[in-house]
């Protein structure tokens, strides 16, 4: 049974740092690329960080050089370190793996979200 669960979310004020975590089971994790979205209310859903098993990285322009994907294969664990946090920031973030062998497309299964909230 596939399960993708997040956790780490909460409030934060602004300019603080949160650390979001994704543990997978249930298929291969070194054969899928792990991705990180986040959706804010009333817009749509954004992908914000997406890393290889081979530990190739892509980040939104809204995020770059705030957040950091990581993961550790042997934990089947994906990370998403967030510093400098704006209140643009609060958004529901997902979890989701895509088959590496069509890095492409759409994922195949997704975590069910951590609510992150940037505010004063």
């Known amino acids: 049974q596939v399960q993708i669960v997040e956790s780490g979310g909460g409030l934060v004020q602004p300019g603080g740092s949160l650390r979001l975590s994704c543990a997978a089971s249930g298929f291969t994790f070194s054969r899928y690329v792990m991705r990180w979205y986040r959706q804010a209310p009333g817009k749509e859903r954004e992908l914000v960080a997406a890393e290889t098993s081979a530990g190739s990285t892509n980040y939104a322009d809204s995020i770059k050089g705030r957040f950091t994907i990581s993961r550790d294969n042997a934990k089947n664990t994906v990370y998403l370190q967030m510093n400098s946090l704006k209140p643009e920031d609060t958004a529901v973030y997902y979890c989701?793996?895509?088959?590496?062998?069509?890095?492409?497309?759409?994922?195949?299964?997704w975590g069910q979200g951590t609510q992150v909230t940037v505010s004063s």
């Open positions: 989701a793996a895509v088959p590496a062998i069509v890095p492409l497309s759409p994922p195949t299964y």
